[in-house]
């Protein structure tokens, strides 16, 4: 599955690839712009990038942690999900795990919606 069927999903011909434009992000000056949230990327090799990610959403910022170096049986992963709902949990923010690949971890007043969007 390529990264624009991730993105679109595979709800057939009403949408295309071909109906969207790549993005440059050296497009935009982003120096300006204040906000008090972000959307953090991160990759989970091991749990030493839990570190990171916790101090992310202790900051106030959303994270979505790329998961596809562990199977969601692994024990190394099994250990970081306890660890970050345990982090979810005392924001009082909350936690999904996005099919086999990612984690979304947000802070307090940020939630999840379970439900996919045109279903």
Do not use: C, W
Not at 79 to 103: M, P, R
Request: hydrophobic share 35%.
């Amino acid at each position: 599955m390529g990264l624009m069927s991730k993105i679109l999903g595979e709800s057939g011909p009403s949408r295309k690839t071909e109906d969207y434009v790549e993005l440059n992000a050296d497009d935009f000056d982003t120096s300006s712009v204040e906000s008090e949230r972000q959307v953090r990327i991160a990759r989970i090799s091991g749990s030493a990038d839990v570190i990171d990610i916790k101090d992310a959403v202790y900051d106030g910022d959303i994270v979505v942690a790329d998961i596809t170096r562990h199977s969601t049986q692994d024990r190394t992963m099994e250990h970081i999900s306890d660890e970050l709902k345990q982090v979810a949990d005392e924001v009082g923010g909350d936690i999904v795990q996005k099919d086999d690949d990612q984690l979304i971890i947000t802070p307090a007043g940020v939630t999840v919606s379970r439900d996919r969007l045109g279903q």
